[in-house]
């Protein structure tokens, strides 16, 4: 009796916090939502002097306040899960667990506190409590382009932190300590920094061979900025496509342009 009496309770705990599309589940993520909202708006007020200094120890107790309330939902999710294992190395879950962690590594680690912000990834469930499904989908595609993109984009990264590497050396020859090229290091943040067309302007060549090299790496800035784009953008063309891909007898939607058959119906589709 008891035992079924345990689990008929973990079915309703596990219908409040994880069924968004009951009543009671979407009460439940609401507030959950808003408490994520007030605890970042704490960390946010506390790192303000004037704030911490007039109400310092209040925002402390609001704080702790917040983090037990999250620890008894990390510890509901997991009693009531029927896997709960999948839960904590879940994505999700994950971060339900980083939410909780900087407060008490707080007690250890002054300032850790203040990564209480990545409680802010938690909002993401505004997308599933509010049934923004077409908001979903479309995040799915952007994964797909950038899961498409990776080896290319690695390939393009390393050859411009060679690119950088070689420059800055060559910089630092022609440069040296005078100019503020005091070591290569230092060198290849110079050619980071240029390459991005970011020029804070704290080291810049002197001598004219110098500045010749400089202006040729920013020409081939403008040119790389745009190489990640293009790559990420012919992904996304792509995803896009697959994703409007329908079986021509059911019309069920086709996972990818390599899928032979169409897994609702079987029929070819090459």
């Not at 939502?33 to 303000?48: G, K, P, R, Y």
């Not at 899961?147 to 984009?153: F, G, N, R």
């Not at 169409?262 to 070819?268: D, E, K, L, V, W």
Request: charge should be positive; hydrophobic fraction near 50%.
């Amino acid at each position: 009796m008891a035992t079924r009496e345990n689990d008929l309770l973990r079915r309703k705990i596990y219908t409040v916090v994880f069924r968004s599309d009951t009543r009671s589940g979407k009460i439940f993520d609401i507030i959950l939502l808003v408490l994520i909202l007030l605890s970042i708006a704490s960390v946010f007020m506390e790192s303000v002097a004037r704030i911490r200094n007039a109400y310092g120890p209040y925002i402390s107790i609001a704080e702790w306040i917040f983090t037990v309330c999250f620890t008894l939902e990390y510890a509901l999710r997991i009693y009531c899960s029927d896997k709960p294992l999948k839960y904590i190395f879940s994505f999700l879950g994950i971060i339900d667990l980083l939410a909780i962690l900087p407060t008490y590594l707080s007690l250890l680690f002054t300032g850790t506190h203040y990564l209480i912000v990545i409680r802010a990834f938690r909002l993401l469930r505004v997308f599933r409590i509010l049934k923004l499904n077409r908001f979903m989908s479309e995040g799915h595609i952007l994964t797909s382009a950038l899961k498409a993109s990776l080896h290319k984009i690695t390939v393009f990264v390393a050859s411009v932190v060679t690119l950088v590497i070689i420059i800055g050396t060559l910089m630092y020859i022609i440069e040296g300590n005078d100019s503020g090229f005091t070591s290569i290091p230092v060198s290849v943040y110079w050619a980071i920094v240029t390459i991005t067309t970011v020029g804070y302007g704290d080291i810049s060549p002197q001598s004219p061979l110098g500045q010749f090299l400089a202006s040729i790496l920013m020409i081939i800035g403008y040119g790389i900025i745009a190489v990640p784009t293009g790559i990420v953008s012919v992904e996304m063309a792509r995803a896009t496509e697959e994703a409007k891909a329908r079986c021509p007898a059911c019309k069920a939607a086709i996972h990818t342009s390599r899928d032979k058959f169409c897994a609702n119906c079987g029929i070819p589709l090459i």
